[in-house]
T-cell receptor, first 111, second 112 residues
Framework: SQTIHQWPATLVQPVGSPLSLECTVE??????LYWYRQAAGRGLQLLFY??????ISSEVPQNLSASRPQDRQFILSSKKLLLSDSGFYLC??????????FGSGTRLTVV | QKEVEQNSGPLSVPEGAIASLNCTYS??????FFWYRQYSGKSPELIMS??SNGDKEDGRFTAQLNKASQYVSLLIRDSQPSDSATYLC????????????WGAGTKLIIKP
């Protein structure tokens, strides 16, 4: 069966510090992968999606970047965090059957 | 601009009653529709998908789709306090990337 792993679960980082969040998928090959952010009490905001290794599409201009170095690995990064980067970050994958499966999420607080 | 509209709530329903959640959308070309449940502090989980007009039942959940009127709804029968969560409506926006367009969610509160 397919599983998606996301870590860490919680992160507190100072303003200006770097960020690296990792997501891996097991049990499937060539998945479409997504990074979402959810601000407190708000809806899902698509940040990046990837249809294959090295293929990244950005939906929202910001100081975040994403990379896909391996088929089932998706990384979200920042060189310098802003206060506004705080939120709940979710990785997801989709198959041709439709719908997404989400990871457990990372709650990021920038202080 | 493809949009998905949901009443943000909160929708308060007594335990044992039927909870009715509604969602309207603007893209007539959408073919796949999904309902997700999100507990506070947790990630969304898929509870129902529906692809054709009519009703689809799964246990206490029934999804209803009306493409002519561009709405999709979720009924929860015999509501339980554990059903208290935010319910997100989503639909595939077309293209080959299986991207979903999301509503902002409806917060449902089941009162014991």
């Amino acid at each position: 069966s397919q599983t998606i792993h996301q870590w860490p679960a919680t992160l507190v980082q100072p303003v200006g510090s770097p960020l690296s969040l990792e997501c891996t998928v097991e049990g499937t090959s060539n998945p479409n992968l997504y990074w979402y952010r959810q601000a407190a009490g708000r809806g899902l905001q698509l940040l990046f999606y990837s249809v294959g290794i090295g293929q990244i599409s950005s939906e929202v201009p910001q100081n975040l970047s994403a990379s896909r170095p391996q088929d089932r690995q998706f990384i979200l990064s920042s060189k310098k965090l802003l206060l506004s980067d705080s939120g709940f970050y979710l990785c997801a994958w989709s198959s041709s059957r439709g719908g997404y499966t989400f990871g457990s999420g990372t709650r990021l607080t920038v202080v | 601009q493809k949009e998905v509209e949901q009443n943000s709530g909160p929708l308060s329903v007594p335990e044992g009653a039927i909870a009715s959640l509604n969602c309207t959308y603007s893209d007539r070309g959408s073919q796949s529709f999904f309902w997700y449940r999100q507990y506070s502090g947790k990630s969304p989980e898929l509870i129902m998908s529906i692809y054709s007009n009519g009703d689809k039942e799964d246990g206490r959940f029934t999804a209803q789709l009306n493409k002519a009127s561009q709405y999709v709804s979720l009924l929860i029968r015999d509501s339980q306090p554990s059903d208290s969560a935010t319910y997100l409506c989503a639909l595939e926006g077309g293209g080959s990337n299986y991207q979903l367009i999301w509503g902002a969610g409806t917060k449902l509160i089941i009162k014991p």
